[in-house]
């Protein structure tokens, strides 16, 4: 159990900078997501909160002590890696025994904590088998296993599904979340699979490049998205973005695109210059009258529902429809936007400017 | 561009049987997309085509000539792999040009820049095209060896799994490319793959592989919407089709031992009382999960559903998929 606090940490290599000055919040018992893309200070971070890396500048707190600059091993943290590592010529029972065997349990005690874990995991029959014959799955509930059996503060997880299949990745990830909901350990997630990220964290730090682009609750995330980075980061296919020049003012709730009148959620600052509307493919009807066009380039049958692709006067969109909704290639339909849902970015900076719809997420965003 | 036929294809490797009794027509110019986990025989299938496996009986035919006693090379067939194999010594344009500059195709060198530029173009390299092979990333080696197969004009394009090395947006870009290169080529492809989204999004038809057998063979949303068994069902579908014992919800067809319910097949607020054990909240849509007489099952909601852990909640089946004892498809 812990609360783990993160301000203004900064970690250079050289002349590089990895991360550049995060501040976040952990709450005691999250199960909490560092997300982006490869080389964006996830696991830099990450590493930093379990001590394997010293920050350059900035404080870490465990539960209101300041570990910034302690050794991993006075941080009482357990770190799951993607490539499981286990000691290959121990047994199931070994390998989850040893970290307790080595702080200097007495046996009995070892035997029932292991027994404990096995069942948790369901693992129980694997126990008297080389880890060697054990699949991927099996191997990735053991590595589990021998980070939970000694009941650590928190627990770093760097891409621990990584390396595994999708249909795999599905159903460990459930089981993972699962366990955390008995457990109810804190835990830090580095991932870069935006999907495992909302599926899986009460809440996310979504990075780029060393720096924290939004810091929130999955869906307030990507229903207000601080940036377009995020905003295309997150969700499949992401976030549409038709470009445009013009202005808002404080307290409008439309925006003039080509010659077309869409609504958008009543702005609260005003902007002049480069655009984007951004409009999630959910929210995005075909209708056969609406006054804005495009034509019907390509459609992708999902099952439950299809993303149609449309080529409009402001490029590119995808929209997610039912599967049985008719949208044949070459026929131009309308458009219909849900304007509640839209975010307005300003496309020099990416950042989302502050309307009704984001105003509670962006301010303490 | 031809059609490819296999008939009743047998391959074993040391006892252990990959494809079994395989009859399977490829018709000309269409996706074929062949769907199943690891082991199902998808790779051998590809193989035994492009002529790197010989079968142990059967008949492979391409545009109705037999071709087991031609070598890979006469067959004319592309092959992309899931791990990129590239001349690391050579630029990617001349890797890229390197299948049109062999002697059996005797390419023109003006028609070979065109060629190239193209695909460049479609794949998105056209900025690395005088870079060494090695000094590119991960998803750009396996971009210049998928080019490297669209360059040519071969009978069939066979390949494996070639977008399951790149990241999740790329992938999603090239899907969309991949189905419209071919449908614009009006070429002929066999596309392996054990993801589901890549199988319905891109095949004109996907062929389903159970432990080297064709189980079935039809549209995505024939396989889909009318799946032949309870292991086809289990193919297609996110979230994953529950499955139930058949008369949970009351009378069910005779013979049915379990019910299989996608989220379009499950309606809300009526029916039998389930719990909400938790809220998946995926932006897009949400998953409720439910507990039913101690059974889990996976449904979608309204995205800012109010729903959470511990409320109940009442379902009941819309036209719903029955599966017999051995797993086949009642109704």
């Given at each position: 159990m812990a609360e783990i606090i993160i301000r203004n940490l900064r970690k250079e290599f050289g002349s590089f900078t990895a991360v550049q000055s995060s501040s976040f919040k952990i709450e005691d018992g999250e199960f909490f997501m560092l997300l982006g893309p490869s080389g964006c200070g996830k696991t830099t971070t990450l590493r930093m909160i379990a001590g394997l890396e010293l920050p350059s500048s900035g404080e870490i707190t465990i539960d209101g002590e300041d570990v910034s600059q302690k050794p991993a091993s006075q941080r009482d943290i357990a770190f799951v890696f993607q490539?499981?590592?286990?000691?290959?010529?121990?047994n199931v029972r070994k390998n989850l025994s040893y970290p307790l065997v080595s702080q200097g349990m007495p046996t009995a005690q070892v035997r029932a904590k292991v027994s404990e874990v096995a069942n948790i995991l369901g693992i129980e029959s694997l126990l008297d088998k080389p880890v060697g014959g054990l699949s991927g799955g099996d191997r990735q509930r053991v590595a589990l296993g021998r980070a939970i059996v000694r009941q650590p503060k928190a627990f770093m997880m760097d891409e621990p599904l990584g390396a595994l299949d999708a249909e795999f990745r599905e159903h460990m990830s459930l089981e993972l979340r699962a366990l955390h909901d008995r457990m109810k350990a804190t835990t830090v997630y580095v991932t870069h699979d935006q999907l495992e990220a909302m599926q899986m964290g009460d809440k996310i730090v979504v990075m780029n490049h060393g720096v924290i682009e939004q810091f929130g609750k999955p869906q307030d995330v990507y229903d207000k998205p601080a940036t377009m980075f995020v905003a295309e980061f997150i969700g499949s296919p992401s976030m549409n973005f038709l470009r445009f020049d013009g202005s808002v003012g404080t307290g409008v709730k439309s925006v003039t695109l080509g010659h077309q009148e869409l609504s958008v959620p009543m702005m609260r600052e005003p902007f002049e210059g480069s655009l984007a509307f951004g409009v999630r493919p959910e929210h995005i009807k075909l209708t056969d009258k609406g006054p804005y066009r495009g034509e019907v380039k390509a459609t992708e049958y999902l099952g439950t529902t299809q993303i149609i692709t449309l080529k409009t006067t402001h490029g590119i969109v995808k929209a997610r429809a039912a599967a049985g909704e008719v949208a044949r290639v070459g026929e131009t339909v309308g458009l219909d936007f849900n304007g509640k849902t839209v975010t307005l970015f300003d496309t020099q900076t990416g950042r989302a400017l502050r309307s009704e719809l984001n105003e509670g997420v962006l301010a303490h965003g | 561009m031809a059609e490819v036929k296999l008939q009743n294809v047998n391959k074993a490797f040391d006892q252990q049987s990959a494809v079994v009794d395989l009859s399977l027509t490829i018709p000309s110019g269409s996706f074929v997309v062949l769907l199943g986990p690891?082991?199902?025989?998808k790779t051998t299938t590809l193989r035994l085509i492009s002529g790197l496996e010989r079968p142990d009986n059967g008949d492979i035919s391409i545009d109705g000539n037999s071709v087991l006693d031609i070598t890979p090379a006469e067959r004319d067939v592309a092959m992309v792999f899931q791990q990129y194999s590239l001349y690391?010594?050579?630029t990617v344009r001349d890797n890229l040009a390197f299948p049109l500059r062999s002697p059996l195709h005797k390419t023109p060198e003006a028609e070979i820049t065109r060629k190239v530029s193209e695909v460049a173009e479609v794949l998105r390299i056209s900025h690395k095209l005088d870079n060494k092979a090695t000094a590119l990333s991960g998803g750009e080696m396996q971009r210049v060896s998928i080019g490297r197969a669209l360059v040519r004009n071969p009978s069939i394009y066979l390949m494996d799994e070639p977008l399951s090395s790149l990241d999740a947006k790329l992938r999603a870009d090239l899907r969309v490319e991949l189905k419209s290169i071919q449908a614009n080529l009006g070429a002929t492809f066999l596309y392996v793959t054990h993801d589901q989204i890549e199988a319905m999004t891109m095949a004109t038809h996907i062929g389903v592989l159970d432990h080297g057998r064709l189980v079935q063979f039809g549209s995505p949303r024939e396989i889909y919407e009318n799946p032949v068994s309870l292991y086809v069902a289990s193919r297609l579908g996110i979230p994953r089709l529950n499955v139930l014992p058949a008369d949970i919800f009351g009378r069910a067809p005779k013979g049915a031992k379990s019910i299989g319910l996608r989220p379009e097949h499950i309606v809300q607020n009526s029916g039998k009382s389930a719990w909400v054990t938790r809220v998946e909240r995926l932006g897009d849509q949400t998953r409720l999960h439910l507990k039913l007489d101690g059974h889990d099952i996976i449904t979608l909601t309204d995205v800012h559903t109010r729903l959470g852990p511990g409320d109940p909640i009442s379902i009941q089946p819309h036209n719903p998929l029955y599966f017999d004892a051995a797993g086949a498809r009642i109704a």
């Amino acid at each position: 159990m812990a609360e783990i606090i993160i301000r203004n940490l900064r970690k250079e290599f050289g002349s590089f900078t990895a991360v550049q000055s995060s501040s976040f919040k952990i709450e005691d018992g999250e199960f909490f997501m560092l997300l982006g893309p490869s080389g964006c200070g996830k696991t830099t971070t990450l590493r930093m909160i379990a001590g394997l890396e010293l920050p350059s500048s900035g404080e870490i707190t465990i539960d209101g002590e300041d570990v910034s600059q302690k050794p991993a091993s006075q941080r009482d943290i357990a770190f799951v890696f993607q490539m499981f590592a286990l000691y290959p010529h121990m047994n199931v029972r070994k390998n989850l025994s040893y970290p307790l065997v080595s702080q200097g349990m007495p046996t009995a005690q070892v035997r029932a904590k292991v027994s404990e874990v096995a069942n948790i995991l369901g693992i129980e029959s694997l126990l008297d088998k080389p880890v060697g014959g054990l699949s991927g799955g099996d191997r990735q509930r053991v590595a589990l296993g021998r980070a939970i059996v000694r009941q650590p503060k928190a627990f770093m997880m760097d891409e621990p599904l990584g390396a595994l299949d999708a249909e795999f990745r599905e159903h460990m990830s459930l089981e993972l979340r699962a366990l955390h909901d008995r457990m109810k350990a804190t835990t830090v997630y580095v991932t870069h699979d935006q999907l495992e990220a909302m599926q899986m964290g009460d809440k996310i730090v979504v990075m780029n490049h060393g720096v924290i682009e939004q810091f929130g609750k999955p869906q307030d995330v990507y229903d207000k998205p601080a940036t377009m980075f995020v905003a295309e980061f997150i969700g499949s296919p992401s976030m549409n973005f038709l470009r445009f020049d013009g202005s808002v003012g404080t307290g409008v709730k439309s925006v003039t695109l080509g010659h077309q009148e869409l609504s958008v959620p009543m702005m609260r600052e005003p902007f002049e210059g480069s655009l984007a509307f951004g409009v999630r493919p959910e929210h995005i009807k075909l209708t056969d009258k609406g006054p804005y066009r495009g034509e019907v380039k390509a459609t992708e049958y999902l099952g439950t529902t299809q993303i149609i692709t449309l080529k409009t006067t402001h490029g590119i969109v995808k929209a997610r429809a039912a599967a049985g909704e008719v949208a044949r290639v070459g026929e131009t339909v309308g458009l219909d936007f849900n304007g509640k849902t839209v975010t307005l970015f300003d496309t020099q900076t990416g950042r989302a400017l502050r309307s009704e719809l984001n105003e509670g997420v962006l301010a303490h965003g | 561009m031809a059609e490819v036929k296999l008939q009743n294809v047998n391959k074993a490797f040391d006892q252990q049987s990959a494809v079994v009794d395989l009859s399977l027509t490829i018709p000309s110019g269409s996706f074929v997309v062949l769907l199943g986990p690891t082991g199902a025989g998808k790779t051998t299938t590809l193989r035994l085509i492009s002529g790197l496996e010989r079968p142990d009986n059967g008949d492979i035919s391409i545009d109705g000539n037999s071709v087991l006693d031609i070598t890979p090379a006469e067959r004319d067939v592309a092959m992309v792999f899931q791990q990129y194999s590239l001349y690391p010594h050579m630029t990617v344009r001349d890797n890229l040009a390197f299948p049109l500059r062999s002697p059996l195709h005797k390419t023109p060198e003006a028609e070979i820049t065109r060629k190239v530029s193209e695909v460049a173009e479609v794949l998105r390299i056209s900025h690395k095209l005088d870079n060494k092979a090695t000094a590119l990333s991960g998803g750009e080696m396996q971009r210049v060896s998928i080019g490297r197969a669209l360059v040519r004009n071969p009978s069939i394009y066979l390949m494996d799994e070639p977008l399951s090395s790149l990241d999740a947006k790329l992938r999603a870009d090239l899907r969309v490319e991949l189905k419209s290169i071919q449908a614009n080529l009006g070429a002929t492809f066999l596309y392996v793959t054990h993801d589901q989204i890549e199988a319905m999004t891109m095949a004109t038809h996907i062929g389903v592989l159970d432990h080297g057998r064709l189980v079935q063979f039809g549209s995505p949303r024939e396989i889909y919407e009318n799946p032949v068994s309870l292991y086809v069902a289990s193919r297609l579908g996110i979230p994953r089709l529950n499955v139930l014992p058949a008369d949970i919800f009351g009378r069910a067809p005779k013979g049915a031992k379990s019910i299989g319910l996608r989220p379009e097949h499950i309606v809300q607020n009526s029916g039998k009382s389930a719990w909400v054990t938790r809220v998946e909240r995926l932006g897009d849509q949400t998953r409720l999960h439910l507990k039913l007489d101690g059974h889990d099952i996976i449904t979608l909601t309204d995205v800012h559903t109010r729903l959470g852990p511990g409320d109940p909640i009442s379902i009941q089946p819309h036209n719903p998929l029955y599966f017999d004892a051995a797993g086949a498809r009642i109704a």
